[in-house]
Antibody, heavy 123, light 110 residues
Framework: EVQLVESGGALIQPGGSLRLSCAAS????????MTWVRQAPGKGLEWISV????????FYADSVKGRFTISRDNSMDTLFLQMNSLRAGDTAVYFC????????????????WGQGTLVTVSS | QSALTQPASVSGSPGQSITISCFGT?????????VSWYQQHPDKAPKLIIF???HRPSGVSTRFSGSKSGNTASLTISGLRPEDDADYYC??????????FGTGTSVTVL
């Protein structure tokens, strides 16, 4: 079955760190760019980061730049999101998704999503 | 990286057609045909329903269609059904290797 399964969400205190994982199956993970999107409770979707096929290129939304790090292990078919200096505003469900790129590497659309993992930042 | 603007809610009766607008800028929708739409039911993951402005993924109903004019993209749902009751988000490539979503529209089938 083609799927993405996130894990690692938890209740964490402000200033803390957390690492999310996204396990891929049913498709050739190493052939696709991957992304993280989050959704605060009752709010809309927010794109936060993307990583290239080999992992050599990464890009971030301004809201997480310098605090979050996206990475991947193609031998394990797994995507990661390392989150540091967490704030209350980072409370959200975090989704990983498979990316379809444009001809020149543009982040086009997301055609496979995981079910999400909840991160709650609170003291 | 400001969010694209969508109406907060749209409603319609079964069988009717509705259109959701997505207002962007010349830096995103106006410059690229990388516009996509997602449907999200409560407590579920988003689902891709339109990509490249007006293309449907395999398995998505032909009742969903997309278009674009200038800085504005639109999603039309024809022959509204109860199962279309959901949130809908537009999105676009926004240059400099970033991506932006719309504010989201709640569709209510009356």
């Amino acid at each position: 079955e083609v799927q993405l399964v996130e894990s690692g969400g938890a209740l964490i205190q402000p200033g803390g760190s957390l690492r999310l994982s996204c396990a891929a199956s049913g498709f050739t993970f190493s052939r696709y760019a991957m992304t993280w999107v989050r959704q605060a409770p009752g709010k809309g979707l927010e794109w936060i980061s993307v990583i290239s096929i080999g992992g050599g290129m990464t890009f971030y939304a301004d809201s997480v730049k310098g605090r979050f790090t996206i990475s991947r292990d193609n031998s394990m078919d797994t995507l990661f999101l390392q989150m540091n200096s967490l704030r209350a505003g980072d409370t959200a469900v975090y989704f990983c998704a498979k990316v379809s790129l444009g001809s020149f590497g543009e982040i086009n659309y997301f055609d496979l999503w995981g079910q999400g993992t909840l991160v709650t930042v609170s003291s | 990286q400001s969010a694209l603007t969508q109406p907060a809610s749209v409603s319609g009766s079964p069988g009717q057609s509705i259109t959701i607008s997505c207002f962007g800028t010349s830096s995103d929708i106006g410059s690229y045909d990388f516009v996509s739409w997602y449907q999200q039911h409560p407590d579920k993951a988003p689902k891709l329903i339109i990509f490249d402005v007006n293309h449907r993924p395999s398995g998505v109903s032909t009742r969903f269609s997309g278009s674009k004019s200038g800085n504005t993209a639109s999603l039309t749902i024809s022959g509204l059904r109860p199962e279309d009751d959901a949130d809908y988000y537009c999105s676009s490539y926004s240059g400099t290797t970033t991506h932006v979503f719309g504010t989201g529209t709640s569709v209510t089938v009356l």
